[in-house]
């Protein structure tokens, strides 16, 4: 039985589980997420800024933040973004932002072994709220969480929504007061922020190549197309390369 201090999470499988979002677990997540809280701020301040630069109310930015909870995704839906809407212009920003957000099927299949004591109900539901940070810390915490214990996930998942929800708030005020975002370089911060993140995965030279083959693909993909669907190509190439460099 869990500790009183824990929340138990009914799985709703023929063979209960435990399965705890405990108070150690909840403070790891948060604690391993502080260092890429400044980027992760420094990026919503970003999109904020440009949001109100592109006609977007506060509530309509905060909501963005708020739903689709997902950086690269909302400065893609962002820079295709009309005053007014069409049913074809819609569509076409669901299926930007869908190709975007494609890689995290893939993110969200290598946390299985996170979330293997969860009802699929649960698991989607907490899988929601997965991102490039929080995949990131999973992977370096993988084997130091006891079996069952999503607390460092939800931990990690929630820290990173509120501080993005409230930096977007935060940039959107900002942006009445920033002219021009290029001139102070905030175009760049989602290219630096991912760059950043890259860095705890570095394990040799041999290790780096899908991200070479990912690379490669994306590049010779985005010349042929204007699309997005580059990211796609990408991540999917640079998954396959990892599949057969795998021991």
Not at 17 to 40: E, F, K, N, Q
Not at 100 to 111: C, E, H, T
Not at 225 to 241: D, E, H, N, P, V
């Given at each position: 039985?869990p500790?009183?201090?824990?929340?138990s999470?009914?799985?709703?499988?023929?063979?209960?589980?435990?399965?705890?979002i405990?108070p150690?677990?909840?403070?790891?997540?948060?604690?391993?997420?502080?260092?890429?809280l400044?980027?992760?701020?420094?990026?919503?301040?970003?999109?904020?800024?440009?949001?109100?630069?592109?006609?977007l109310s506060?509530?309509?930015?905060a909501?963005?933040?708020?739903?689709?909870?997902?950086?690269?995704a909302?400065?893609?839906a962002?820079?295709?973004?009309q005053?007014?809407?069409?049913?074809?212009?819609?569509?076409?920003?669901?299926?930007?932002?869908g190709?975007?957000?494609?890689?995290?099927?893939?993110?969200?299949?290598?946390?299985?072994?996170?979330?293997?004591?969860l009802?699929?109900?649960?698991?989607?539901?907490?899988?929601?709220?997965?991102?490039d940070?929080?995949?990131?810390?999973?992977?370096?915490?993988?084997?130091k969480?006891?079996h069952?214990?999503?607390g460092?996930?939800?931990?990690?998942?929630?820290?990173?929504?509120a501080?993005?929800?409230?930096?977007t708030?935060a940039?959107?005020?900002?942006?009445?007061?920033?002219?021009?975002?290029?001139?102070?370089?905030?175009?760049?911060?989602?290219?630096?922020?991912?760059a950043?993140?890259?860095v705890?995965?570095?394990?040799?030279?041999?290790?780096?190549?899908?991200w070479?083959?990912?690379?490669?693909?994306?590049?010779?993909?985005?010349?042929v197309?204007?699309?997005?669907?580059?990211i796609?190509?990408?991540?999917?190439?640079?998954?396959i390369?990892?599949?057969?460099?795998?021991?």
């Amino acid at each position: 039985m869990p500790a009183p201090s824990e929340f138990s999470i009914t799985t709703g499988m023929n063979t209960p589980r435990s399965v705890v979002i405990s108070p150690s677990g909840l403070r790891l997540g948060v604690a391993s997420v502080i260092a890429l809280l400044p980027g992760v701020l420094a990026f919503g301040v970003s999109f904020g800024a440009v949001a109100a630069k592109m006609g977007l109310s506060l509530v309509d930015a905060a909501m963005m933040s708020g739903l689709v909870f997902a950086g690269a995704a909302q400065f893609v839906a962002i820079s295709a973004w009309q005053m007014d809407w069409t049913w074809a212009g819609a569509i076409t920003i669901c299926l930007l932002v869908g190709i975007v957000n494609s890689r995290l099927i893939l993110m969200g299949a290598s946390l299985r072994p996170t979330f293997s004591a969860l009802a699929p109900g649960p698991a989607y539901g907490l899988l929601a709220l997965n991102t490039d940070a929080s995949w990131i810390m999973m992977m370096r915490l993988e084997g130091k969480t006891e079996h069952g214990d999503v607390g460092a996930y939800v931990g990690a998942a929630a820290a990173l929504w509120a501080g993005w929800l409230l930096a977007t708030i935060a940039g959107w005020w900002l942006g009445a007061l920033i002219s021009d975002p290029r001139r102070y370089a905030l175009d760049l911060v989602m290219i630096i922020f991912f760059a950043c993140i890259l860095v705890p995965l570095w394990k040799g030279p041999r290790k780096a190549l899908p991200w070479l083959v990912a690379l490669a693909v994306a590049l010779i993909t985005q010349s042929v197309t204007s699309s997005q669907i580059y990211i796609l190509f990408g991540s999917l190439s640079g998954a396959i390369a990892g599949a057969f460099l795998d021991e």
